[in-house]
Structure formats: C-alpha cells, structure tokens
C-alpha cells in the first residue's frame, strides 16, 4: 500500500512540475516571472524525463494523461502539443496500446517528447537504457538488415541497430511491382540486404501530428495511392480520403511494424486512433535564444495552428504557373487564383526589434524563407517533361522560386497538393557516391541501380539510375517516378532529428548547407544562422 500511495504523490507531484511549466506562456509569462526561472523549471521537466528513460525505458510511461501545454524538452528549447479532443494526450488510447506481437504500439515510434516521431538521440538513450531491448529494436524493420545478424547480445544488437540508433532510421522493405517498367539490375547493401525482388529502404518515421495538413499518407506516397488499394487525396474527396488512407495505415504498421495478426486495431480502434491524430498540433514552443515564441507579438507555437484554415491545394505554388495543374489553387478562398510566397508569419512581429536580438534573427530567418531566390534545376516531378511528371511539355532548364515552391503550406510548410518530388536527397553525387548531391554523407545507405525495360525487346535499355531510395517508382511501378517523395510538415523540427527522409542531415545547418550546395543557393554566414534560428523556431 505504502507503494501506491508513493507512487500516486510521485504522479500528482510531477503533474504539478508539468502543470507549472506549462503555464509560463506568453507575455504574461514574461511578466510573471524572470526568464531564468523558466528555463530552471524547462531545465527541470527535462531532468525528470530523463529520470524516467532511465527508470522505464519509455518516455512518460508513468503517466496516463499530458495535459495540453506541456513542455518537451529538446536541444533547441522545448515543444508543445495540444490536442482538440480534449485536454491533451491520453496515454491509454489505442495509440498507446500494443496491439501486435512484438510489444510494439503506435507510440513506440511516434513519441510525444518527440514531436510524435522519434529522434536519433532519443533512440540511442532508449537502446543504452534497455540495453537494445525496447520494443522500438525488432529485426522485422528495426535492425539494419533481418537476417545474418546477431541480436543475442548488447554488442551485437549495437551492430544489428546501428542505423536505428545513429539516424534513426528504419529498414522498409518492399517488393517491386509486378508492372514496373524498369529492372532492378544492382543492389549494393552494406547490411546484406540485398534482393532486387523486396528492396530495402531506411527512411526516418514521420511525425503523427498535424496530420489534418497531408496531402499524401507517407514519404512515397503509398498509403494514398490507387497501387495499393488507398485514395489520392483531392480537393473534391478531403477530409474523407485522408481519414479512410490514415485507418488504411494503422491497420498496415499494425500488422507490418507490430506484427499483428489484424484482429486489433478494431474498426472502433481505427477510429479512435485517427481521431486521436487528426487532433494533435505539435510547434516549437520555447527556443533557447528567443525565448517564449509567442512573445511580444510573435504567434509559434502549436495553439496557432489549431484555427490555421486549410483545403486542398491552398496556396498552390504550381497552379498559377500553369493554371490547369493542382486545381483549384487559391490562397485565400479555393480557385481565387493567388500565390503568396510568404509561407510563414508568426514572427512578423519580430522584424523591427534590434539586430542584435535572437528574436529578430528569428524574424530574418522567416523572411530569407519566404523572399531568398532558388533557381531550381534538375527536379523532377518541376523541371522535367510533363509526360514524366514534370510541370510542362519540353521540360523546364530552371524554375526560379523560392523555399515556398515545393513547401507552399501556409504556417505549415508541407506542400498543399500532393507532388512527390525528387531534389536529390537520395541520389549519389556523380563525382562522389558517399555523398547526395547537395554534399552530405550518405555511405551508410545502399546504392541501388535500376534500368528502364525497351518496350520493343523486353531487356533493360542504358537509360539508367542509380539511388538509395526508389521512392515513388517503388509503389506504382514507373521509371519516371524513381526518388520522387513527399516534402513533410516542418513545424516541430528541433524534436526529431535528424532529417530528410534519409537522415542525411544530422543538424539544421545541415539542412541549410544541403539547399546551398544541391541549387547554388548562395548565403552569408550571417543568412545561414538566422534560416537555422527561424527554423528550430518552427
């Protein structure tokens, strides 16, 4: 008895903490008490899931509820999630319930302390903790490669985790389409995965959080896709089409991550889940330099996306270039033909503070975003013929834009209309296989060479490729589509790195440097940290 009640004051008491936290917002916050009392308490919150880890082995696992507001810490200050079915987070929902055989649940892999993803650092905490033994480390997708490995030991699930644990990064093998018009005719693993049948790709787990803003379910797309049985999402058929395409994924990470035998999740349990993540908003909260972003007059942080208006296709970056693609376009009101380039303005506010103040880095950051000119070459799915999938017949040599082209997305960053891309994350630099074409490593991902078939001989032609990743081509079969994925929602960044589908960048400056070397962006030292500081401020 003594124990349950220790453990019951031990719950009211970092409720409390939580609580306490999380009512130090806004302006008011600022008034009421002195910053170094804020970031004490931060400091605090962060300690105490820190204890926890180390102490379960899951995040927040001895609490049943979070309530909305709570502060999660992470490197560049702390994010929030709130959620609009009811006062937070239910930790008792079938999100958070394994419903397969391996121990795994939803919340495994999409960690609220993570911005509802998972970030490397967080999973190599977890893999020390439990010395490789939390359910999140399963050869099914976790390890490196499924077979010759050894799981036996701490050193060998080191090892057999190593992409998990460093990039966070899990193996997601699928088979190629029986009607694709290409041939696997080289596969190049490190981790002995090599089968041109079933290919293996490392891809990073998406955030399950400001889901309402999707256009397309997963990075190539499949889970919204007519190749595998699930709805593209439209103007016409939204929100319907992304609910039934987010129940169609449940079911698969049931049954494929979980090991399910598709008893669970039940129809009322994919309901609920999917209510659960159309609900959820998750945005930096709190940046280590600049403080509260909700401070005098900015608006980051999640609550504002909570009424950020949204349709299919708003603020089209693409439909007034050509008037009959991503239809019905509009920024304002569907079809009212305008595009701004100015994605993001929570920090509007900021602009006209002294140039030596964090915030107004922030603000810079935000407007080098929004104005800086990106000419874009060598995309495809923009610069290539539209009989590939590019924007017009003849193809484009370059498409001068901005970072609001391809993330056009109002306060979010996604692109509002599905258009898988491929920018070359993914693909080996000619001069230097080790690295992507924007210049970060990439020697620990497979090298992967497909051909496409003559249609006269039935033999792979020389018209070739060679990548990590086959994204799109992967799901429906098409030459044309190799490397093309989705660009994701960029708000909650500073909690899950690394990124790009990949992993390839470790760090937002990373990201930064990747843009100025793939497209010739060309920015100063001093451009270069305010993007970072605008977008760890996301």
């Known amino acids: 008895m003594s124990e349950i009640n220790n453990d019951r004051r031990f719950r009211i008491s970092i409720r409390n903490v939580l609580q306490r936290v999380a009512g130090f917002t806004g302006k008011a916050g600022f008034r009421r008490v002195r910053r170094g009392t804020v970031v004490a308490g931060i400091v605090l919150l962060g300690s105490v899931f820190a204890a926890v880890v180390a102490a379960k082995g899951e995040q927040i696992s001895f609490l049943s509820f979070i309530y909305n507001g709570v502060f999660f810490p992470n490197p560049n200050g702390a994010s929030q999630t709130y959620s609009t079915n009811g006062r937070g987070i239910d930790l008792k929902g079938p999100f958070f319930q394994s419903m397969g055989t391996n121990g795994r649940s939803c919340g495994t892999c999409h960690q609220p302390g993570d911005g509802m993803s998972v970030s490397a650092a967080s999973v190599q905490r977890r893999f020390f903790v439990s010395k490789?033994?939390?359910?999140?480390?399963?050869?099914v997708d976790g390890s490196n490669c499924n077979h010759n490995i050894d799981v036996s030991t701490v050193a060998g699930r080191s090892a057999a985790y190593s992409l998990l644990r460093t990039r966070g990064l899990f193996r997601i093998a699928i088979g190629v389409p029986g009607n694709a018009n290409y041939q696997v005719v080289s596969v190049q693993n490190p981790y002995g995965c090599n089968a041109s049948d079933v290919i293996s790709m490392y891809r990073r787990p998406l955030p399950a959080t400001n889901l309402r803003f999707l256009s397309a379910v997963m990075f190539d797309?499949?889970?919204?896709?007519?190749?595998t049985g699930t709805t593209k999402i439209g103007y016409?058929?939204?929100?319907?089409?992304?609910?039934?395409?987010?129940?169609?994924?449940?079911?698969?990470?049931?049954?494929?991550?979980a090991q399910g035998d598709g008893t669970r999740p039940?129809?009322?349990?994919?309901?609920?889940?999917v209510n659960f993540e159309m609900g959820l908003s998750t945005a930096q909260a709190f940046d280590n330099h600049a403080g509260f972003l909700r401070g005098l007059g900015a608006n980051g942080g999640p609550k504002a996306?909570?009424?950020?208006?949204?349709?299919?296709?708003?603020n089209s970056s693409v439909n007034p270039l050509v008037p009959t693609l991503e239809l019905p376009g509009g920024l304002t009101t569907p079809a009212d033909g305008q595009f701004s380039p100015a994605?993001?303005?929570?920090f509007d506010a900021w602009a006209s503070l002294p140039q030596w103040d964090p915030r107004a880095a922030v603000a810079r950051g935000q407007a080098i975003f929004n104005s800086k000119a990106i000419n874009i070459t060598g995309v495809t799915g923009i610069n290539d013929d539209a009989s590939n999938g590019g924007l017009v017949t003849g193809g484009l040599g370059s498409l001068q834009g901005t970072c609001g082209t391809c993330h056009d997305t109002p306060n979010v960053g996604n692109h509002s209309f599905p258009t898988p891309l491929n920018i070359g994350t993914g693909d080996p630099d000619p001069s230097n296989p080790t690295s992507n074409t924007g210049g970060l490593d990439i020697s620990y991902l497979p090298l992967i060479t497909v051909c496409k078939i003559d249609s006269a001989t039935g033999?792979?032609?020389?018209?070739?490729?060679?990548?990590?990743?086959?994204?799109?081509?992967?799901?429906?079969g098409n030459f044309d589509h190799v490397g093309k994925i989705k660009g994701p929602v960029l708000r909650g960044l500073s909690a899950r790195a690394p990124y790009f589908h990949n992993g390839s960048a470790q760090s937002l400056m990373d990201v930064v440097r990747f843009y100025e070397?793939?497209?010739?962006?060309?920015?100063t030292p001093q451009e270069e940290s305010d993007l970072v500081a605008f977008l760890r401020s996301l």
């Open 236 to 257: 016409s058929n939204y929100p319907n089409s992304l609910i039934s395409d987010l129940e169609h994924q449940a079911m698969d990470a049931t049954m494929g991550h």
């Open 343 to 346: 994605i993001f303005n929570p």
């Open 221 to 227: 797309g499949r889970e919204s896709s007519p190749a």
């Open 305 to 314: 996306l909570l009424n950020q208006p949204f349709f299919i296709s708003m």
């Open 459 to 476: 033999l792979p032609s020389s018209d070739c490729k060679t990548t990590t990743d086959l994204g799109l081509a992967l799901i429906d």
């Open 266 to 273: 039940t129809a009322a349990e994919l309901q609920e889940i």
């Open 517 to 523: 070397m793939r497209f010739g962006l060309a920015l």
């Open 132 to 139: 490789g033994l939390d359910p999140i480390f399963r050869p």
